[in-house]
T-cell receptor
Framework: EAGVAQSPRYKIIEKRQSVAFWCNPI?????LYWYQQILGQGPKLLIQ????????DSQLPKDRFSAERLKGVDSTLKIQPAKLEDSAVYLC?????????????FGPGTRLTVL | DAKTTQPPSMDCAEGRAANLPCNHS???????VYWYRQIHSQGPQYIIH???NNETNEMASLIITEDRKSSTLILPHATLRDTAVYYC??????????????FGTGTSLTVIP
């Protein structure tokens, strides 16, 4: 079974530029998550989708971050404009559903460096 | 939200059992304990989860105290590939936002040859 795919794996941009990350979840997984992991910290949830609808985006800085999952499969996370403090690894995860026993499976992440 | 407390780092000799403790004294009755690990430059990897009873799978064993205020993850025969950051997570059940993970800073386990 293929895992969660993410691209690119690495991205370096200058502050105030825009950047987008792509995620393809495990086939059949209805729930998709985006996390931000700053160096030395655990992942922090940014947004959660159930199919193509947003379940929770309370931790997403909406002035600069946006995410979509138009067809209920792939998802993109965008930052516009980027700030220095956005340097982090952006992790995508998916699960079958939202049951408390539905395991989340993580992708390898995209490491973003903002200069 | 139930929080977890873990030691920041631990060492374990290769081939020995690694016992990773976790305190979750504010856990509620319907909240599960999950363990994930993150090997350098990779995404977190699921290990095991439990509610009340001890659990075992091919990777590890999870021992939860009777009062559920703490748990221990046991890697029975640690190998060098088990060197990673281990996260103990209490999974919060919310009716309107699904069941989310709140990661702490984890325990950095180093397996020593």
């Amino acid at each position: 079974e293929a895992g969660v795919a993410q691209s690119p794996r690495y991205k370096i941009i200058e502050k105030r530029q825009s950047v987008a990350f792509w995620c393809n979840p495990i086939s059949g997984h209805a729930t998709l998550y985006w996390y931000q992991q700053i160096l030395g910290q655990g992942p922090k949830l940014l947004i959660q989708f159930q199919n193509n609808g947003v379940v929770d985006d309370s931790q997403l800085p909406k002035d600069r971050f946006s995410a979509e999952r138009l067809k209920g499969v792939d998802s993109t996370l965008k930052i516009q404009p980027a700030k220095l403090e956005d340097s982090a690894v952006y992790l995508c995860a998916s699960s079958l559903g939202v049951s408390i026993t539905d395991t989340q499976y993580f992708g390898p992440g995209t490491r973003l460096t903002v200069l | 939200d139930a929080k977890t407390t873990q030691p920041p780092s631990m060492d374990c000799a290769e081939g020995r059992a690694a016992n990773l403790p976790c305190n979750h004294s504010t856990i509620s009755g319907n909240e599960y304990v999950y363990w994930y690990r993150q090997i350098h430059s990779q995404g977190p990897q699921y290990i095991i989860h439990g509610l009340k009873n001890n659990e075992t799978n091919e990777m590890a064993s999870l021992i939860i105290t009777e009062d559920r205020k703490s748990s221990t993850l046991i890697l029975p025969h640690a190998t060098l590939r088990d060197t990673a950051v281990y996260y103990c997570i209490v999974r919060v059940a919310r009716w309107n936002t699904g069941n989310q993970f709140y990661f702490g800073t984890g325990t950095s386990l180093t397996v020593i040859p």
